[in-house]
């Protein structure tokens, strides 16, 4: 079982930066692959970036490539996403989530959700 908590929402100005985290529990979190979905007001969640459970694979949605960058600290069991360049296109609750099976751009093929943290960008 494998729980995991976000943090590091807030407001920020067009252009600025924030680090989301996500913290795990359990002893399994070096074992699961972490993604971060987003989901706006009105629109479909939407896969963000997803980093694989040895941290030597990541991937990103072509709309946040080359802005955020997606790492791991397996033995702090926390996965980070560094978001540079904000736009106000990026405002939405952004959901970390977990599996053990694959990475994936498909939010049904991972098991373990968090609450979300809300990341507003306006100026």
């Known amino acids: 079982q494998v729980q995991v908590v976000e943090s590091g929402g807030g407001w920020v100005q067009p252009g600025g930066s924030l680090r989301l985290s996500c913290a795990a529990s359990g002893r399994a979190f070096s074992s699961v692959n972490i993604a971060w979905f987003r989901q706006a007001p009105g629109k479909e969640r939407e896969f963000v970036s997803a980093?694989?459970?040895?941290?030597?694979?990541?991937d990103y949605a072509d709309s946040v490539k080359g802005r955020f960058t997606i790492s791991r600290d397996n033995a702090g069991n926390t996965v980070y996403l560094q978001m540079n360049s904000l736009k106000p296109d990026d405002t939405a609750v952004y959901y970390c989530?977990?599996?053990?099976?694959?990475?994936?751009?498909?939010?049904?093929?991972?098991?373990?959700w968090g609450q979300g943290t809300q990341v507003t960008v306006s100026s």
């Open positions: 989530v977990a599996n053990r099976l694959h990475m994936s751009h498909y939010s049904g093929m991972y098991d373990y």
């Open positions: 980093i694989s459970w040895s941290g030597g694979r990541t």
